[in-house]
């Protein structure tokens, strides 16, 4: 039996209005648990970048909370300031989200990281060894070639200098080109690296082509190959967050402070 047109649209409308009305519900079901994995994937890159966490080594989450709990302190700083920000909870701040929130951000500097956006307060990570912090783990972002390269560098809290790991989780860079910030092998290049020079501003770089052993040759890191923009977008990103406008006040004060 024929319907009539307006049938066929009111049909059409009903199940539109049904199926979107499922997939809000979905969506507002899984938002606990799909922050919750968001959490534990930032702790499972927390924890490799600081080297409590082995490549391919697989942790329930159980395991992986418990790891961070008994090796990690998280903390807010002020960005500007670089002193822990008063009245506010590490477990519950998202950094990226305050980013994005004009009353919790500042337009930043014209910068080649071509970050667009500050956050007032960004969190850092502590990782504790005898009641002591042994290592500094800063969170780093910056355009490469196609995309926002979301990652943490891991420097030794003895001199606020000494690159330990860098860690790439969110990107969108070709892979086998640019994607090879990935790579374990190129990862691998970084400890013992220094990112301030002598006259104590960010030095470190990613140079097209190969660089030297890290005690020889400090300031630099192999290129990606046939990735330059992206290799370009490594170094910016890394000046831009360990400068003036970035985490060079924290390091000054954390320093200031004998590494507390």
């Not at 994005?100 to 502590?126: H, I, M, T």
């Not at 640019?178 to 006259?199: A, T």
Request: charged residues 20%; positive net charge; aromatic residues 8%.
């Amino acid at each position: 039996m024929a319907h009539s047109t307006g049938y066929t649209i009111g049909f059409a409308a009903l199940v539109c209005v049904v199926c979107g009305v499922g997939i809000a519900s979905a969506a507002v079901a899984l938002a606990d648990r799909q922050a919750e994995n968001k959490k534990l994937d930032q702790q499972k890159q927390v924890l490799a970048v600081a080297g409590l966490m082995q490549a391919g080594e697989s942790l329930s989450p159980d395991e992986v909370k418990k790891r961070f709990a008994d090796n990690i302190k998280a903390e807010v700083v002020d960005l500007k300031t670089g002193v822990a920000a008063q009245g506010v909870d590490p477990a519950g701040f998202d950094q990226l989200k305050a980013q994005k929130d004009p009353a919790q951000s500042r337009e930043a500097p014209a910068n080649n990281a071509k970050v667009l956006r500050l956050p007032n307060n960004a969190k850092v990570y502590k990782v504790l060894k005898d009641g002591k912090v042994d290592t500094l783990i800063l969170p780093i972002e910056g355009y490469g070639l196609w995309s926002t390269l979301y990652g943490f560098m891991a420097i030794d809290a003895k001199d606020a200098n000494t690159v330990k790991g860098i860690t790439f989780y969110q990107h969108g860079e070709t892979p086998g080109l640019g994607g090879e910030v990935d790579n374990p092998k190129w990862k691998d290049l970084w400890p013992g690296r220094k990112i301030y020079g002598p006259g104590g501003q960010p030095q470190i770089a990613v140079v097209k082509g190969q660089a030297g052993p890290a005690a020889s040759d400090p300031y630099r890191v192999d290129g990606l190959s046939g990735a330059t923009i992206t290799s370009n977008g490594v170094t910016n990103l890394v000046k831009f967050w360990f400068g003036a406008d970035g985490f060079g006040p924290y390091i000054q004060h954390f320093k200031a402070a004998g590494g507390k």
